[in-house]
C-alpha cells in the first residue's frame, strides 16, 4: 500500500539557518510527490510538486527532488525566515486512487530570529 | 479566482447528535474530497466525489457520509458524534482526477463534540 513517512519535529531554526526535513515513501505505482504547508488557523497550502522520477519542484526558496532509487522527497531551504513558521506535511498521490492523497505526520518547524 | 470555501469555520456539538458540514470548491473544479485531521491521526482520507459520484472511501465508519450535488459542491454527515470525532475536518478540490493534479484545501470546520 501506499504511505509517507516523515521526519519527527518538532524543528527549531535561526533565521538565515539551513533546512531539511526528511521525507520517504512507499507506493504501489508511479507516484506524485508534494509538499503542503499549514500556517496556524488555515487549511493546507501547496509548496511544491514533482510527479516523475528526478523532477525538482522549487517555490519560494523551496526544493525538493523526487528520488525514486532512494524513495525520498526530501525538502530542502538554503536560508529560512521567521516567515517560513508552519507545519509541512510531506504527501503522495498515484494515479490508481486518483486525489486520494496519503501525507505524512507533518513537521512543525519554528524559526527564531 | 475565488478558493474552498468551508462552512460553518467553527460549531460544538453534544455526544450523540449529528453533524452536516458543507464545501463549496474552486469554480470549474470536479472533484471534492475530504480528510479529517486530528492530532494523535494526523490527516485521514474520508471520501472523494467526483460528478456526484463517490470514488474512493477511507477506512471511516458509516457514520461518515457524504454527498455531491450537480453543481459540485458537497456536504459531509456525521451521525451519532463521539468524543473521538473533536477534529478540524478539511475539504479540497481538484478540477479533475488525472494524474499528478494538485489538491487545493479550505480552511476547515473545526468540529468539537462534547
Known amino acids: 500500500g501506499n504511505s509517507v513517512t516523515q521526519m519527527e519535529g518538532p524543528v527549531t531554526l535561526s533565521e538565515e539557518a539551513f533546512l531539511t526535513i526528511n521525507c520517504t515513501y512507499t507506493a504501489t505505482g508511479y507516484p506524485s510527490l508534494f509538499w503542503y504547508v499549514q500556517y496556524p488557523g488555515e487549511g493546507l497550502q501547496l509548496l511544491l510538486k514533482a510527479t516523475k522520477a528526478d523532477d525538482k519542484g522549487s517555490n519560494k526558496g523551496f526544493e525538493a527532488t523526487y528520488r525514486k532509487e532512494t524513495t525520498s522527497f526530501h525538502l530542502e531551504k538554503g536560508s529560512v525566515q521567521v516567515s517560513d513558521s508552519a507545519v509541512y506535511f510531506c504527501?503522495?498521490?498515484?494515479?490508481?486512487?486518483?486525489?486520494?492523497?496519503?501525507f505524512g505526520t507533518g513537521t512543525s518547524l519554528t524559526v527564531i530570529p | 479566482k475565488a478558493g474552498v470555501t468551508q462552512t460553518p469555520r467553527y460549531l460544538i456539538k453534544t455526544r450523540g447528535q449529528q453533524v452536516t458540514l458543507s464545501c463549496s470548491p474552486i469554480s470549474g473544479h470536479r472533484s471534492v474530497s475530504w480528510y479529517q485531521q486530528t492530532p494523535g491521526q494526523g490527516l485521514q482520507f474520508l471520501f472523494e466525489y467526483f460528478s456526484e459520484t463517490q470514488r474512493n472511501k477511507g477506512n471511516f465508519p458509516g457514520r461518515f457520509s457524504g454527498r455531491q450535488f450537480s453543481n459540485s459542491r458537497s456536504e459531509m454527515n456525521v451521525s451519532t458524534l463521539e468524543l473521538g470525532d473533536s477534529a478540524l475536518y478539511l475539504c479540497?478540490?481538484?478540477?479533475?482526477?488525472?494524474?499528478?493534479?494538485?489538491?487545493?484545501f479550505g480552511e476547515g470546520s473545526w468540529l468539537t463534540v462534547v
Open positions: 504527501a503522495l498521490s498515484d494515479q490508481i486512487t486518483g486525489n486520494q492523497f496519503y
Open positions: 479540497a478540490s481538484s478540477p479533475d482526477r488525472n494524474s499528478g493534479n494538485t489538491i487545493y
